[in-house]
């Protein structure tokens, strides 16, 4: 008994998208990848955060991974830094039955998207922490959750109904 | 004949010089409350009212900051200063009050007398301890209002239930302004009495149930405690400003090098008189009373501390101290870097270097002024401010640096805000999120291949 022919790429993804995803974690929680790459990573994150922040208001520095201004400090952590959810687009994207060169321009384009829109979260939650500390874990833990998975899920839909292989009998 | 005329005129000499010694003399200098006289009753620890007093006036307390009792007591004409900027700077104005009455010489001693069915006339009375005011006093102003009567009472002031005090002369004025009773300890004024005058007490005042005082509670140290009372202060009631002099600071000065500084004040109506109300200014350098100018050459080097005081026409004052250093000649002017420092975050590890330049290599780091966030400590030797900080607020303090040949240089208003929040930037998605993305993102891609036929 084989598996149904329609079913079998849908198992196919699936499967890519699990090992994809143990695959990038697993590389990502070796402690040589964390010091060198998602440490300084994350530092850039804090410093492009700030940067993206001083455009509307000022006295706002980094030390480290410390976002900091006189009023609020908010240290952005491992996990804080965009890289899970863009692992995730990344492993959905690279799973998709699509030629190699889309995959390559969905994974850049996921990839700037979400660290773009991080970067705007972290902004605006430290403007919040300073300002309106009340809102600050409701837009934190609620909205801008949603929002990232939002966008994660629209990059991907959107690019997969670009870029997806289409089977010959589609076009007849 | 002529002998015995002139033994009497020694005697007449003798008669006269004695009674000048025996009549007060009210030849003392006036007394001014300064911004004190805005206040009604004013308490070092605690203001407290019990019933329906009624208070014309300010009512105070500094250092405590406990007024009680308002309502049901009521303060028309002035307002509650609880421990803040106003009622400190009264307090400073009563010290310098209850100080200018305690200097001020006795004409008479009254010690051990009931103040009770005397008459007196204007001048400076003295009790070693304790005071007693049993049935009526009777101030006799001999036609002059304005007159002053100054009591200087060693410890307590007691007065009895339904005593009071009689004006006589007065020009019908109720409310002599220049009635003053310095309190050694306590004053208590009896149930249902009467009393007059501004009492400035070392420790603490009680006005029994009913008692009137056309005059202050002023008390230094103790509580203020009022219990259906009048109290109702003589002369004009002037709420003074808080006047402010700057600058903050003043630049340091070279022997025989001319310094030309100008203090001013605001916050008050000018124009304001300037004073040094506490410390000396380096020899060589005056200060002008009616401009504020600070001038003259230094002539000896050294550290100088002192206060000017800026007083407006209402007697209203302002101080503020300062720190001159007159650097020995061939002193060069050192400054000091940076005068902003980044801000730092409770618990994150903070480090800045304080660096000099201008003297001679090396410098000797201190913290002059003020305090450094608690947390943090000034290394002298390299200048590093480091630590990571144990409490929020806005730090401001002065760094002093010493060059090799001892000459210092100051930079000060230097100021580190601590923030609050540590906060974690908690992450981009939490498991719930991950996991929610995870199978969307799988359900997103089945739905596009099904879609097309994948």
Not at chain 1, 85 to 110: D, E, K, N, V, Y
Request: with cysteine.
């Amino acid at each position: 008994m084989k598996t149904p022919r329609p079913l079998r790429p849908r198992i196919v993804f699936v499967t890519k998208f699990g090992v994809a995803l143990i695959g990038f974690y697993a590389v990502v929680a070796l402690n040589p990848v964390n010091d060198h790459v998602i440490v300084p990573f994350t530092v850039l994150v804090a410093r492009c955060s700030s940067a993206l922040l001083r455009v509307v208001e000022g006295g706002v520095g980094t030390v480290g991974t410390v976002m900091r201004s006189p009023r609020f400090a908010l240290d952005v952590r491992n996990g804080c830094n965009g890289v899970e959810a863009a692992i995730l687009l990344a492993a959905a994207i690279l799973a998709f039955p699509a030629s190699l060169r889309s995959r390559l321009i969905g994974l850049g384009i996921a990839s700037v998207a979400i660290e773009l829109l991080n970067l705007v979260r972290l902004s605006s939650l430290f403007w919040l922490g300073e300002h309106h500390r009340r809102i600050f874990d409701f837009f934190h833990v609620a909205v801008w959750q949603s929002l990232i998975i939002l966008a994660a899920i629209s990059i991907f839909i959107l690019w997969s109904w670009k870029f997806a292989e289409k089977p010959l009998v589609e076009s007849r | 004949m002529k002998r015995l005329n002139m033994n009497r005129t020694y005697i007449g000499l003798i008669a006269i010089v004695g009674l000048a010694g025996l009549v007060p003399s009210s030849a003392f200098a006036q007394i001014s409350l300064g911004t004190a006289q805005g206040f009604a009753a004013l308490g070092g620890s605690t203001v407290t009212n019990t019933g329906t007093s009624a208070i014309t006036g300010n009512v105070g307390v500094s250092p405590g900051s406990s007024v009680t009792g308002f309502p049901p007591g009521v303060v028309t004409g002035g307002s509650i200063h609880a421990n803040d900027a106003v009622a400190g700077q009264a307090q400073t104005d009563l010290t310098t009050a209850y100080n200018a009455v305690a200097a001020s010489p006795c004409n008479v001693d009254l010690s051990g007398q009931d103040l009770g069915g005397l008459t007196l006339t204007p001048g400076v009375y003295c009790y070693s301890t304790s005071a007693f005011l049993t049935g009526t006093l009777r101030l006799d102003f001999q036609g002059n209002p304005n007159a002053s009567f100054l009591f200087k009472i060693g410890s307590t002031l007691t007065t009895a239930s339904a005593s009071g005090i009689v004006l006589l002369n007065n020009g019908g004025s109720n409310c002599p302004q220049n009635l003053f009773w310095q309190v050694g300890s306590s004053a208590t004024l009896g149930t249902g009495s009467t009393f007059n005058g501004n009492i400035l007490a070392l420790s603490s005042i009680t006005l029994t149930t009913g008692a009137g005082l056309s005059g202050r509670a002023l008390a230094r140290n103790g509580a203020v405690t009022l219990d259906t009372n009048s109290v109702s202060p003589c002369g004009p009631i002037i709420i003074c400003p808080t006047i402010t002099v700057n600058p903050p600071s003043l630049p340091n000065g070279v022997v025989g090098t001319p310094y030309n500084q100008i203090v001013t004040a605001t916050g008050g109506a000018g124009p304001f008189t300037f004073s040094i109300s506490a410390g000396n200014l380096p020899n060589g350098l005056l200060l002008n009373g009616a401009t504020g100018a600070i001038t003259g050459s230094p002539l000896a080097p050294g550290m100088f501390n002192f206060t000017v005081t800026a007083t407006d026409p209402s007697g209203c004052t302002g101080s503020r101290a300062y720190q001159i250093i007159i650097a020995a000649i061939g002193c060069p002017a050192i400054s000091l870097s940076p005068a902003v420092l980044p801000p730092g975050s409770i618990g994150v590890f903070y480090s800045q270097t304080m660096t000099a330049s201008g003297g001679v290599a090396p410098y000797t780091f201190t913290v002059f002024a003020g305090a450094l966030p608690t947390g943090l400590s000034l290394n002298s030797i390299t200048g590093v401010i480091s630590g990571s900080p144990q409490g929020s607020g806005l730090f401001s303090f002065t760094i002093q640096a010493t060059d090799a040949n001892g000459c210092p240089g100051r930079i000060s208003g230097v100021s580190i805000g601590i923030a609050a929040i540590a906060a974690a930037g908690g992450p981009t998605l939490n498991i719930a999120g991950l996991t929610i993305l995870t199978v969307l993102l799988a359900v997103a891609g089945l739905f596009v291949m099904k879609r097309f036929s994948i």
